[in-house]
């Protein structure tokens, strides 16, 4: 179904935030789904229920759900570097993907995903320590990878390189759940 068209006798509340629907006119008859005239206000169920409803503006801003909490501002609020930064490492996975037979192709795809990881990084990492959302499990499992990585490249026994990771990401996983219930509200722990 398309959207509704916003009804005659709507008239703004208050701060002109809100919109609430007056009762409709006396000299105009209201119209049923058939849109035939009834000859009395109000007589059809949706002319009822469009009466009671309340409507918004078009493009006036939805109110975030009940504890949700607006993400803190990164210190270079206005520039829009996390954005920049994931736009720019997925340019580079795609140039990456057309030359991934070339070794320099290969590196453009480590640069991209290197990228696009440090966006996503900067905000898990913000909202976290500000305690707005918690990101215990994403942000333990970049140490988890990185050992896991060292162990590989160093020749590690294989099954070192799992448990290492799983060890490593268990104890940052507990500091940075206790991390984040030390900075977050009461109610935002999540």
Do not use: Q, Y
Request: with cysteine; net charge positive.
């Amino acid at each position: 179904m398309g959207r509704r068209s916003r009804k005659r006798g709507e008239v703004p509340a208050g701060d002109g935030t809100e919109r609430r629907a007056s009762a409709p006119s006396p000299a105009r008859p209201s119209r049923g789904r058939s849109g035939s005239a009834t000859g009395r206000a109000g007589a059809s169920g949706a002319g009822r229920r469009a009466s009671a409803r309340v409507a918004e503006p078009p493009g006036a801003a939805r109110r975030a759900p009940i504890g949700a909490a607006e993400p803190p501002r990164a210190p270079w609020h206005p520039f829009p570097l996390t954005e920049l930064c994931v736009l720019i490492g997925l340019v580079l996975l795609v140039w990456g993907v057309i030359r991934r037979n070339d070794p320099a192709g290969r590196v453009l795809l480590v640069c991209g995903m290197a990228l696009g990881s440090l966006g996503g990084l900067e905000t898990a990492l913000r909202e976290h320590f500000t305690g707005a959302r918690s990101h215990s499990s994403v942000l333990a499992a970049l140490p988890a990878v990185l050992v896991a990585g060292v162990l590989f490249f160093a020749r590690a026994p294989w099954l070192a390189v799992p448990v290492a990771a799983v060890v490593v990401f268990a104890a940052a996983f507990a500091a940075l759940r206790r991390a984040h219930r030390r900075v977050a509200p009461a109610g935002r722990l999540g």
